[in-house]
């Protein structure tokens, strides 16, 4: 590897829990916040002159140290340093000179950071389309007080049948499974629902349970934190 190639890549390890953040947002908005975090992180070691420049042009602006000062160590502290950094004259410097020394070693951040915020926007957008539907089986399941670990895996199947409406890659993984359990409505699993179709042990349904799960790993979590969220 070359110098520069090193340098670049110890920087992108020091920022990896920084980038790991995307995990945490619930809007583009925070996403953005957390890319430009990253961006800054990886700034600081790459483009140093840069990043100071920046950085001097924050402290001497009183409205933008001010609006930091009084917010830190609070849950907007980060929003605020961002919002700082973007709003100055040095900005757009600081992030064409990273992208420049990412090209040089044939990196592509935008590339990367993508990936990570169209895995989280999808699986956000499945979990809120599928969210009423579990409301009501968890409360189905809260309910009833005979209640079985099978009557947990059933409703978790039903949810997750949910998630791939949402999920344009297993469109047609869940249209197989549609039929395989002679769904009347795709859009209503529980209409004329029949417990003994719904069987996790057919091929079809080992297809949509390894598809919903990438989507999570995508968007930073997991089916099961998912469900017990």
């Given amino acids: ?10 920087a992108f390890n020091a920022n990896r829990p920084t980038l790991a953040l995307f995990a945490k947002c619930a809007t583009k908005d925070e ?7 990253f961006f800054l ?4 070691q790459i483009c140093p002159r840069e990043y100071e420049t920046l950085r001097t042009s924050i402290i001497i602006d009183p409205s933008a140290f001010n609006s930091i000062a ?6 907007r502290g980060l ?13 757009q410097t600081l992030i064409n000179a ?19 915020e169209r895995g989280r926007l999808e699986w956000l957008r499945s979990l809120n389309s599928a969210h009423p539907l579990k409301v009501i089986l968890k ?25 791939t409406l949402s999920i344009p890659t297993l469109s047609e993984v869940s249209k197989r499974w549609s039929q395989v359990v002679q769904m ?18 057919k091929d079809e349904w080992r297809s949509l349970d390894l598809g919903v799960q990438e989507a999570a790993q995508r968007g930073g979590s997991s089916v099961d934190d998912a469900w017990n969220a």
Wanted: glycine share 2%.
């Fill in 79 to 91: 929003e605020s340093m961002i919002t700082a950094a973007r709003a100055s004259e040095y900005w």
């Fill in 41 to 44: 992180g990886m700034a600081s």
């Fill in 1 to 10: 590897m070359t110098p520069e190639e090193v340098a670049f890549t110890n």
């Fill in 184 to 201: 009347e409505h795709v859009m209503n699993p529980l209409q004329n629902y029949n417990v003994d179709l719904w069987d996790c042990r």
């Fill in 139 to 163: 409360d189905a399941l809260k309910a009833d007080d005979k209640r079985t670990e099978k009557d947990e895996v059933d409703a978790k199947m039903i949810w997750m049948y949910a998630l």
């Fill in 70 to 75: 009084s917010s830190l160590n609070t849950p």
């Fill in 98 to 116: 990273l992208h420049l020394a990412a090209d040089t070693v044939g990196s592509d951040l935008d590339s990367i950071w993508l990936t990570l």
């Fill in 31 to 37: 996403l953005h916040i957390i890319r430009d975090t």
